[in-house]
């Protein structure tokens, strides 16, 4: 019973450990991330505002057609960067709306969270972490309950808390459930999906697949494909049924978030197609890499899972003393979890095929593998507490058993190692603070060639906001100073190499830049010296100042990162109220059980 307790606070706190030590974001997060920051601060007002005048633009005398050239400018990134392709605002928005409800319920007094920006991005991925691991937790206990349902097996030895022993043991879904991917908003759904199927709801299942791949990632598609031919072959879904589920589920899917993302597109918009069309029509993802068919098998799961890719196939064998039925002692498979298995085996093998390949794109697939492992490392379990005492056997049972801990204990100090070199893996988001800092310590001086705040005009170039900088972080310096931001894209309208001498300074990967000098090295491209068994990092990003922007020996060197204090009162009040809650569960189902 400890278990129920201890263990979905180890898979949270593991998830809070990621969000603190890491709370810079990369490119692959950056959409979904400046859209909250934008959503938050802007709402969807100034788009909608925009869109209705361009409507009426077209039969429009010259005064509204002026004004509807004035809306075209937006406070929004994603038309001025709107990337490769368009993406949903699905996520943003709600995690922004949830944002702004506890913006409004705190006073002001108390604390004022627009006015804290780094503490407005801290909130929202930790929304979306908290949201992840509920979503863990509901398949922990759903998987517990399908073999409590399951009379041809015993019940196995704390298999809720295994699932969510080995999720907290690896690296990438804790440290990707509080980061703003489309593929974290997939893995949360289909982890809802995965629960829905143990819970015996399959319709429920499809709805969560169908409506996934509409809105989020639409190469879940091929799970949805695996899943649903599983379903049809074991008549746990009929056809007309499961088209009627796809039809409905997608057009509903569609017509509540097609609005939304239109108006912010500032036209008729499905991400999701438009998305499907790019990759499966124009074939263009491999524009951005290659990998061999193996790659998913030999090296994203294997580097995912780490040694609890170990416990897997002991989920699919029949080990001693474990089936209750005597006839299905003499057989070698456990076919118990296999029909969950197959579907999302044949997902990766599926999805092998595309040509670009990356480890967040089978995420979806993760859950259903731990789960295989929990089950793997419960038989173990089960094994080292029935095998006789005094027999070979006990030894053999109960050394396996510590072995399979022994595994996971490993993967966690594996995984923590890969926290350790991502801490090094954001030196954008770490210019920015130190720029912040060098602003801070200019400030202290009082000399006659004190700036003016008015004409500092920062640029970030295209490395540093790849690797960390966000619109948060833009705000948290400019909250503070009055100053000019501006940044670099991959666009020929965003590319500002031709004006340097317009900037005072500049975040980038050029150390030499004529007319500036450096004030700070930000370390990045972290790897392991395993001969020195230590973190190697190199420059990165180098932050220059104009030449006689203010006199040198007042130029500040070396600034350490500061933890925000905020960040640790949240991090601290959600697991108090997790804590809280699963005491709760743990002291109710004890009363009920002593009743």
């Not at 080292?384 to 996971?408: D, E, W």
């Not at 190692?417 to 954001?426: C, D, K, P, T, V």
């Not at 830049?513 to 230590?534: A, C, M, W």
């Amino acid at each position: 019973m400890v278990s129920r307790v201890v263990c979905p606070l180890i898979l949270l706190l593991t998830g809070l450990l990621a969000l603190v030590t890491c709370p810079h974001s990369k490119v692959e997060e950056s959409f979904n991330l400046q859209a909250t920051h934008d959503l938050f601060y802007h709402g969807v007002g100034p788009a909608w505002r925009s869109a209705i005048a361009q409507q009426k633009s077209e039969s429009c005398s010259e005064d509204v057609c002026d004004e509807a050239t004035a809306n075209a400018d937006l406070p929004y990134d994603h038309l001025q960067f709107p990337g490769v392709v368009t993406r949903t605002f699905t996520g943003a928005f709600v995690l922004s709306s949830i944002a702004r409800i506890i913006s409004f319920i705190v006073p002001k007094s108390i604390f004022d969270l627009p006015s804290h920006p780094m503490a407005v991005q801290f909130l929202i991925r930790f929304e979306l972490l908290i949201l992840s691991w509920l979503a863990h937790v509901r398949l922990a206990s759903s998987l517990e309950g399908y073999f409590a349902k399951n009379k041809q097996v015993k019940t196995p030895q704390s298999i809720f808390g295994y699932y969510l022993l080995i999720t907290a043991s690896q690296f990438h879904i804790p440290f990707y459930s509080s980061r703003l991917l489309p593929n974290t908003f997939a893995l949360l759904l289909t982890t809802h999906a995965y629960a829905e199927w143990f819970n015996g709801r399959p319709d429920r299942t499809a709805i969560y697949l169908v409506f996934t791949t509409a809105i989020f990632r639409c190469d879940v598609l091929l799970l949805l494909f695996t899943v649903g031919l599983t379903m049809l072959i074991r008549r746990e879904l009929r056809i007309v049924q499961a088209v009627i589920i796809g039809i409905v589920t997608g057009i509903i899917g569609v017509l509540l978030t097609a609005p939304l993302d239109s108006v912010l597109w500032q036209r008729m918009v499905w991400p999701e197609f438009e998305v499907w069309w790019f990759n499966a029509v124009d074939n263009r993802s491999s524009e951005w890499g290659v990998m061999p068919f193996h790659w998913y098998f030999s090296n994203a799961l294997p580097k995912g899972l780490l040694l609890t890719m170990f416990l897997v196939p002991l989920a699919f064998l029949n080990l001693i003393g474990w089936t209750k039925e005597k006839p299905n002692n003499n057989t070698v498979i456990d076919q118990t979890l296999l029909q969950f298995f197959i579907p999302t085996f044949g997902f990766v093998v599926l999805y092998s095929f595309l040509p670009h390949k990356e480890m967040r794109f089978i995420f979806p697939a993760l859950p259903m593998f731990n789960a295989c492992a929990a089950y793997g490392l419960s038989k173990l379990h089960a094994m080292a507490l029935t095998a006789r005492k005094g027999a070979g056997m006990s030894f053999i049972s109960k050394g396996l058993y510590i072995c399979g801990l022994i595994a996971v204990v490993i993967t966690m100090i594996g995984s923590l190692l890969f926290l350790r070199l991502s801490m090094e893996n954001y030196p954008g988001g770490a210019a920015m603070e130190h720029l912040k800092s060098h602003f801070e310590a200019t400030t202290e001086t009082s000399t006659p060639q004190a700036p003016t705040w008015e004409d500092v005009h920062v640029h970030i170039d295209v490395a540093a906001a790849m690797t960390g900088v966000s619109l948060f972080g833009q705000r948290s310096v400019t909250h503070h100073y009055p100053i000019q931001m501006s940044k670099s894209g991959y666009e020929a309208e965003n590319d500002a190499k031709d004006s340097s001498r317009s900037f005072t300074h500049m975040l980038s990967e050029e150390q030499s830049v004529q007319g500036y000098h450096v004030v700070d090295t930000i370390e990045g491209f972290p790897s392991l010296d395993k001969r020195n068994l230590r973190i190697v990092t190199n420059p990165a990003i180098y932050i220059l100042e104009r030449d006689g922007w203010i006199p040198k020996e007042y130029i500040t060197r070396g600034t350490k990162r500061k933890l925000n204090w905020y960040y640790i009162v949240i991090a601290l009040s959600g697991f108090i109220i997790a804590a809280t809650l699963g005491l709760q569960k743990f002291i109710g189902q004890t009363k009920t059980r002593m009743l």
